[in-house]
């Protein structure tokens, strides 16, 4: 995983109108493969940037919005090396600039799906991603 993709999963956990589980309490999200992503002997794992989002935000975000920096940077540390990102296609993250700086994916057809706001305050790992 590199820092784009891990950026843009940081923005999709902490984006509260983003939804990991339904009304019934099923994960929308398969993580099941990253059960034990903190030991040494856990293998390459092959997923998705909502994946890891889905990740950050159970293992690193309080049930009142609060994030766990240390656990963020585990997730960061380890997925570099670990987590193989796969998905969206043939698009591109990219930063839309303006009063609030926003993460962008742009599709191979132009189409733009907004991922979050790129500084996110009280966060110290947070960063401005270059695209």
Request: glycine share 12%; aromatic share 8%.
């Amino acid at each position: 995983m590199n820092k784009t993709q891990f950026d843009a999963a940081v923005a999709i956990a902490l984006d509260t109108s983003v939804r990991f589980i339904d009304d019934e309490g099923n994960h929308l999200e398969d993580i099941t493969h990253f059960d034990g992503f903190g030991l040494e002997s856990f293998k390459t794992v092959t997923c998705t940037i909502r994946q890891v989002a889905a990740l950050i935000r159970w293992q690193s975000v309080g049930m009142f919005g609060g994030v766990d920096a240390a656990a963020l940077a585990e997730i960061e540390k380890i997925g570099r090396h670990k987590f193989n990102v796969v998905g969206y296609g043939n698009g591109t993250v990219q930063i839309r600039e303006g009063e609030t700086p926003l993460l962008i994916w742009v599709g191979p057809d132009g189409t733009e799906t907004p991922l979050g706001v790129l500084f996110i305050e009280g966060l110290p790992m947070a960063r401005r991603i270059m695209a």
